[in-house]
């Protein structure tokens, strides 16, 4: 296997599932993103320490059910035996204590299985625009730090929407969720803006993830529950 930092301009992903099946789902998600390039998959816990080891990779997509140990409990010792590769949370584990253990831990995202290729995207180039920004910032003062803290939390600038989204796009969704009467689900937001279900979802995701919208749940008779979007007043 490759070492992480042997391809300039990349990001290597170690993918860690106890599922090969799912493991192998996740590793070809991650291919479709650039800059990012799998470096490795583990099974258990200890192979995922192992594998930090051996390939330094720069993001760990972690599940937390795991058949040795908990995900929770691998962060920690990465973090021991010096490792500071950045860690975000593939799981199905949605009870409230175990997502603040993973932030008091330091993931740098949490991503709640099943979801979609467009999900897991989203939050590969949000981490890749962070990534790049704390690794070119020059802290000159207080106001340099407010930004690269701030980077996950606030909407970007337009000029650094991720890879193949469009300005005007976004401005179209933004007004149909600020002219929305109350929240609106992706498959709403389409009609109304005339786009795509997947692409209305990748805006609507974006826009959540940058803190400008929030997100609610709507449990129907049956399936998984419908997702709606609400803007930020």
Known sequence: M?????????????????????????RAFVARVEPFRV??????GG????????????LILLDLYLPDLSGLDVI????????????????????????????????????????EFEDLRLR???????????LTTVVRGQADVDRVLAGAFVPAP???????????TAELVERALREADGTLSASECAAVTGLSR???RRYLEYFHGT??????LRYGAAGRPERRYGWRA
Do not use: N
């Open 198 to 200: 997947v692409s209305a």
């Open 76 to 115: 920690p010792r990465l973090r021991t035996a010096g490792h500071d590769c950045d860690v975000m949370v593939i799981s199905a584990a949605a009870e409230a204590d175990t997502v603040r253990g993973a932030v008091r831990r330091g993931v740098v995202d949490y991503l709640l299985k099943p979801f």
């Open 39 to 44: 470096v490795g998959v583990a099974h258990t």
């Open 124 to 134: 590969l180039e949000r981490y890749a625009a962070q990534r790049g920004r704390l």
């Open 211 to 216: 803190g400008s919208a929030e997100v609610s």
């Open 158 to 168: 337009a000029h650094s929407l991720p890879k193949g989204m469009s300005v005007e």
């Open 2 to 26: 490759t070492a992480a930092g042997d391809k300039a301009g990349t990001i290597g992903v170690l993918v860690v599932d106890d599922d090969f099946m799912v493991a192998r789902v996740h």
């Open 47 to 58: 192979q995922a320490i192992e594998a930090v080891d051996e390939l330094r990779p720069d």
